[in-house]
């Protein structure tokens, strides 16, 4: 009777040689875990699972001049909890504050809330707006390479690694400007531990009124997270008037392409998505307190 094999490499090294042994056969990598605890009894009998949440390289959370390093093995609670997150990418620390439970963020890591690739992941929309990058090791070649984060997926659930290839490192531009406006939200079956039904993020500039620039990136509404171009260029250069942000909705309704699933219906994704634009403009116009 075959049984599953289990490797736990702690370095970088390590893991090149375990792959190397490997690379012909069928492999599972993860860090947390949580995932693949959900579907464990899905795994076949002779699985070779690789954990890599011990690679020290994948670990801890710096700041380097104008830029954040993450490992991706770093735990989402980790990351709520680090004063350089909290000081310098607010954003990201409201998305992991409505991510699942306090036991499973104590797990979960956000290489592979990046990895799973699911346009419901609550770290991807924010990091699409910071305009993260991500690194990646390559056990054939033995080597890291870095691309932007829109370059990792390729459809639902899918990416552009190559078999045995693992982020190692989120790299976050700083915005080193204390005028710029950071909106996070997203709308669940309730308030906490819940699944994406549509979120939006978003990061401005306002001047004189006037939006100066706009990022935005929806999530769950599409096959894959993505900046709405076409609604940010329209906006920019706008004051927020009710009809530009009417104009918005209408833009961005026709840049997503939700779909109806066992969370969600299509028509109300579009919908939560305008309201979550009209909302966003409204508090970058307003402030918070609206």
């Not at 709405?228 to 906006?235: D, G, V």
Request: charged share 25%; aromatic share 6%; hydrophobic share 40%.
């Amino acid at each position: 009777m075959n049984r599953m094999q289990h490797y736990s490499p702690k370095t970088l090294t390590e893991y090149h040689e375990i792959y190397s042994e490997l690379r012909s056969k069928d492999i599972i990598i993860f860090a947390g875990g949580t995932d693949v605890m959900v579907g464990r009894y899905e795994l076949p009998q002779d699985a070779i699972i690789i954990d890599i949440s011990g690679i020290a390289e994948l670990e801890g959370i710096e700041k380097k001049e104008d830029k954040i390093f993450i490992g991706s093995s770093t735990t989402l609670n980790e990351i709520l909890n680090s004063y350089q997150i909290q000081n310098n990418i607010p954003i990201l620390i409201k998305a992991i504050k409505t991510m699942a439970s306090e036991q499973i963020r104590n797990r979960a890591t956000i290489g592979g809330n990046i990895g799973n690739a699911s346009p419901a992941g609550d770290t991807i929309t924010p990091l699409i707006v910071l305009g993260a990058e991500i690194e990646i090791f390559s056990p054939e070649s033995n080597q890291h390479r870095i691309i932007s984060i829109d370059e990792l997926f390729c459809g639902p659930c899918a990416t552009t690694l190559k078999k045995g290839e693992i982020i190692t490192k989120i790299i976050i531009p700083l915005l080193l400007d204390n005028t710029i406006i950071y909106y996070f939200r997203k709308i669940g079956q309730r308030n906490a531990m819940t699944i994406t039904k549509a979120s939006l993020s978003a990061i401005a500039k306002l001047s004189e009124g006037k939006i100066e620039w706009i990022r935005l990136a929806p999530g769950s509404v599409s096959p894959v997270v993505k900046r709405m171009s076409k609604t940010e260029e329209f906006i920019k250069g706008k004051e927020l008037t009710p009809h530009v942000i009417n104009q918005a909705k209408e833009i961005i309704s026709q840049e997503i392409s939700p779909i109806t699933d066992i969370r969600s219906t299509k028509v109300f994704r579009m919908l939560i998505t305008q309201n979550l634009l009209e909302n966003c403009l409204k508090k970058i116009q307003f402030g918070p307190k609206f």
